[in-house]
């Protein structure tokens, strides 16, 4: 079985639905911030959870025993990250570092990691287009 965690986001949902054709077992984690139930298909596993309640995120991956994570439950909005830094950081950061300890916990070996581009790429692209005008 493979845990997806944010899989009802936009990105995620598509993953979810190729997995299923591809006739794995999947269950989908999310809370639901951005993404959305109905973007799934109706019959798919799905927890509603937060990777930043610990406890929570622990004792649902000692339950299901994942053969495999593949994780996109982040923070991806930029101007969200700009006027919440530290809710970005805790989510993005804090969450993962959660999945993490539970997949060890679990004995989930096998992780996807999926993040979005970080902000310092743009922040590079900015500082590259003052440096080439002056």
Same mark, same amino acid.
């Given at each position: 079985m493979i845990l997806v965690t944010g899989g009802a986001g936009y990105i995620g949902s598509h993953v979810v639905r190729d997995l299923i054709n591809m006739n794995f077992k999947v269950t989908v984690m999310d809370n639901l911030s951005t993404g959305h139930r109905s973007a799934l298909p109706? +019959?798919?596993d799905f927890i509603e959870a +937060? #990777? #930043?309640?610990?406890?929570l995120t622990r004792e649902i991956l000692l339950k299901i025993r994942p053969q495999a994570v593949i994780h996109f439950a982040a923070k991806s909005i930029v101007s969200d990250s700009v006027a919440n830094p530290l809710t970005t950081f805790n989510t993005n950061v804090v969450g993962t570092i959660n999945l993490l300890k539970a997949m060890q916990l679990s004995g989930t070996k096998s992780l996807v990691f999926f993040h979005p581009p970080p902000l310092s790429m743009a922040s590079r692209r900015k500082h590259r287009s003052r440096r080439a005008m002056r």
């Open positions: 109706p +019959d798919v +937060d #990777l #930043l309640n610990e406890s």
